[in-house]
């Protein structure tokens, strides 16, 4: 996907993609049948989805803001191929003119490998910040579970992807709903996981919302449309209906982590369903 930048009052919005990779179908929607999910998308012949990586770049005019580092570049080499990864981040940060050491802040929604790889690289064996000056943010909740390593998704969590900024007292850990930067703040939203959080900004009269995995992308609208991957499926379909409820009628721009076509829009209810517009 290229870059695409919008005006949200008085700051700018770029997607930002770390590429595309390959996902289960049936673990990217749950309990719909397959005869109801691929009227919105195809599966190839291992049924597998390609799906984005969206980042957000947020230019505030005194701070460059960026909103999640997509799968980086740590993978094994078996894994690698699996997600048939794409690695592009970095490349499609430079062109949007902004380098690695021009982040001064980096926002991780939750702390799942696909989320956070690109907080650090591997310098002579050992993970370094990526982005050398910023200040780094996830949920506290996020981390603990990520420690225990639990049998149900501990493949989600690679502690490289974290724990050396920790160390280095780069990365700050967050409980509840905060402002990080005037008009950037995180609000808790779980279902995917327990902790996860969405990043709420807000310039002028306008608000966006990455809303993360809580609707990973356009085909995941109806409340009910949720992932395998979700731990709390159930909240998972209350908070996408609070959501709504919020984001309807103040038209909030919805940006999707998981959208390989359409990274963002705004939404509309008709016939009591939840449609796109067109941004």
């Not at 900024?165 to 905060?178: A, C, P, Y």
């Not at 995917?192 to 608000?207: K, L, P």
């Not at 809580?214 to 909240?235: Q, R």
């Not at 390989?260 to 369903?273: A, Q, R, V």
């Amino acid at each position: 996907m290229k870059n695409q930048t919008l005006t949200l009052g008085d700051f700018e919005l770029t997607i930002v993609s770390d590429g595309s990779y390959r996902a289960d179908g049936g673990a990217f929607f749950g309990i719909v049948p397959k005869v109801l999910w691929q009227r919105k998308t195809q599966a190839d012949e291992l049924n597998r989805l390609t799906v984005g990586l969206n980042s957000v770049l947020v230019r505030t005019g005194k701070l460059n803001v960026l909103i999640e580092t997509g799968i980086g570049n740590k993978l094994p080499e078996k894994q690698k191929r699996i997600w048939d990864i794409q690695e592009k981040l970095l490349e499609n940060l430079r062109e949007t003119g902004v380098a690695p050491e021009d982040i001064d802040i980096v926002i991780n929604s939750h702390l799942h490998f696909d989320h956070c790889g690109w907080n650090t690289v591997y310098r002579e064996g050992q993970a370094v910040a990526t982005f050398p000056k910023a200040r780094y943010y996830a949920p506290e909740g996020e981390w603990r579970h990520g420690q225990l390593q639990l049998e149900r998704d501990r493949v989600s969590y690679i502690s490289d992807n974290y724990n050396p900024l920790l160390d280095s007292g780069q990365m700050q850990l967050l409980n509840g709903q905060v402002e990080i930067a005037p008009g950037i703040s995180v609000v808790p939203t779980p279902g995917h996981t327990r902790h996860m959080n969405a990043v709420v900004i807000r310039s002028g009269s306008q608000t966006a919302c990455y809303i993360s995995d809580l609707i990973p992308t356009s085909w995941h609208l109806d409340p009910i449309w949720v992932m395998a991957y979700d731990l709390f499926p159930m909240e998972t379909i209350e908070n996408k209906k609070k959501y709504y409820e919020k984001a309807v009628p103040d038209r909030w721009l919805t940006i999707f982590s998981h959208d390989p076509d359409i990274p963002w829009t705004y939404l509309d209810k008709e016939s009591g369903k939840i449609v796109l517009k067109k941004v």
